[in-house]
């Protein structure tokens, strides 16, 4: 009798730590909205081995045209050496859509301090620079299967960069850095694809996440949602839900700026999450939200524009190697939907979704 309950005892607090051990601890950072520190626009990692880092930029244009532009840097470990890259779509250039993606070794990165240029290659076009909030200017400048990109885009008028806290998020043992380098900014310049240049204005966002470990391995999926309706007024969200979290929480924030006031707080959790198709694939279209203030949310895609990998890239064998190395491919989604809070008027914005699958 006596050793069927103490077999009962140790089963029992056996499944009790492999419960706490198999959620994820996820947090948010203490602390109200606070300046960014000029240094953080730099890498941040670079170091260990795995890494990754991504400056995600997202340009809306008064003509109905998008592109979004993401630098990064990455280790995966034996997969490959460590690298730079970009990733550029661009939506609705003559009713087309383009997509590229470019990497380089790492030890090609340029990190110009002094004249604060950020440029994956010394030899190639393929670039940010400028010092914020003064000034700041993205060229892309490549060819890939058969398509040349120039792209040269300047902002103005940009808003201060911000974080939560100390910009750090907490998933498990792992500080994921999350700094909005860019909520606001004019954007002008163009945008051209196998010579067809389309002059354009609208306006950028950029935000900055950096981790040492793979988002893959992290991460289940991430949100985006922006609306800039004018300088005075805008809404930003970004937060990531992890692997195994608990009870659903995430990491991430809300930024809303309204008639010349800033505020930022903490997505707490996805409180209701339904799904719908989208490019075949299950997507998360309608997303319930709790904020740290207990104050709920609603994003709900109405228009799917784009889809877009990596991987899709690689051939079959290859890319089924890539996946079980990495643990799943991270694969976006955008287009565009809106943010409801109660007893207010809905904003109309655009998404950009991941899922790791």
Same mark, same amino acid.
């Given at each position: 009798?006596?050793?069927?309950?103490?077999?009962?005892?140790?089963?029992?607090?056996?499944?009790?730590?492999?419960?706490?051990?198999?959620?994820?601890?996820?947090?948010?950072?203490?602390?109200?909205?606070?300046?960014?520190?000029?240094?953080?626009?730099?890498?941040?990692?670079?170091?260990?081995?795995?890494?990754?880092?991504?400056?995600?930029?997202?340009?809306?244009?008064?003509?109905?045209?998008?592109?979004?532009?993401?630098?990064?840097?990455?280790?995966?470990?034996?997969?490959?050496?460590?690298?730079?890259?970009?990733?550029?779509?661009?939506?609705?250039?003559?009713?087309?859509?383009?997509?590229?993606?470019?990497?380089?070794?790492?030890?090609?990165?340029?990190?110009?301090?002094?004249?604060?240029?950020?440029?994956?290659?010394?030899?190639?076009?393929?670039?940010?620079?400028?010092?914020?909030?003064?000034?700041?200017?993205?060229?892309?400048?490549?060819?890939?299967?058969?398509?040349?990109?120039?792209?040269?885009?300047?902002?103005?008028?940009?808003?201060?960069?911000?974080?939560?806290?100390?910009?750090?998020?907490?998933?498990?043992?792992?500080?994921?850095?999350?700094?909005?380098?860019?909520?606001?900014?004019?954007?002008?310049?163009?945008?051209?694809? /196998?010579?067809?240049?389309?002059?354009?204005?609208?306006?950028?966002?950029?935000?900055?996440?950096?981790?040492?470990?793979?988002?893959?391995?992290?991460?289940?999926?991430?949100?985006?949602?922006?609306?800039?309706?004018?300088?005075?007024?805008?809404?930003?969200?970004?937060?990531?839900?992890?692997?195994?979290?608990?009870? /659903?929480?995430?990491?991430?924030?809300?930024?809303?700026?309204?008639? /010349?006031?800033?505020?930022?707080?903490?997505?707490?959790?996805?409180?209701?999450?339904?799904?719908?198709?989208?490019? /075949?694939?299950?997507?998360?279209?309608?997303?319930?939200?709790?904020?740290?203030?207990?104050?709920?949310?609603?994003?709900?895609?109405?228009?799917?524009?784009?889809?877009?990998?990596?991987?899709?890239?690689?051939?079959?064998?290859?890319?089924?190697?890539?996946?079980?190395?990495?643990?799943?491919?991270?694969?976006?989604?955008?287009?565009?939907?809106?943010?409801?809070?109660?007893?207010?008027?809905?904003?109309?914005?655009?998404?950009?979704?991941?899922?790791?699958?």
């Amino acid at each position: 009798m006596l050793k069927s309950i103490f077999r009962i005892l140790t089963a029992a607090l056996f499944l009790i730590f492999y419960y706490q051990t198999a959620v994820s601890q996820t947090s948010n950072p203490s602390g109200d909205i606070k300046k960014a520190p000029d240094q953080l626009i730099w890498a941040q990692t670079l170091e260990g081995s795995y890494f990754n880092e991504f400056w995600n930029y997202q340009f809306y244009f008064d003509n109905g045209m998008k592109a979004h532009i993401v630098f990064s840097v990455a280790n995966f470990g034996s997969l490959k050496s460590p690298v730079s890259g970009v990733r550029v779509s661009v939506f609705d250039h003559n009713g087309e859509l383009y997509q590229l993606s470019r990497e380089y070794p790492i030890e090609r990165l340029v990190q110009d301090k002094d004249n604060h240029r950020f440029q994956l290659h010394p030899e190639r076009e393929v670039f940010f620079e400028g010092k914020l909030p003064h000034q700041h200017r993205i060229v892309i400048n490549t060819s890939k299967d058969g398509v040349h990109y120039d792209i040269d885009l300047s902002l103005k008028n940009i808003s201060q960069a911000v974080m939560l806290g100390d910009g750090k998020f907490n998933v498990d043992s792992e500080k994921i850095g999350i700094v909005a380098h860019i909520p606001y900014a004019e954007a002008a310049g163009h945008i051209s694809i /196998n010579d067809n240049k389309k002059r354009v204005t609208g306006t950028a966002y950029m935000d900055h996440t950096f981790q040492n470990q793979t988002t893959t391995r992290l991460m289940h999926s991430g949100y985006r949602f922006v609306t800039h309706h004018d300088r005075e007024n805008w809404d930003i969200l970004y937060f990531m839900l992890p692997k195994n979290s608990n009870n /659903n929480r995430t990491i991430g924030y809300r930024i809303v700026k309204s008639d /010349n006031d800033i505020s930022m707080i903490g997505v707490k959790r996805i409180e209701q999450l339904h799904r719908g198709r989208a490019f /075949n694939t299950s997507v998360p279209r309608i997303v319930e939200l709790r904020l740290e203030d207990d104050s709920t949310l609603r994003i709900s895609r109405t228009e799917d524009q784009e889809k877009f990998s990596i991987l899709s890239e690689l051939g079959w064998l290859a890319r089924r190697a890539a996946r079980s190395f990495l643990g799943g491919e991270v694969i976006d989604f955008r287009g565009e939907a809106t943010l409801q809070k109660s007893s207010h008027r809905p904003k109309q914005g655009d998404y950009n979704f991941f899922l790791v699958d």
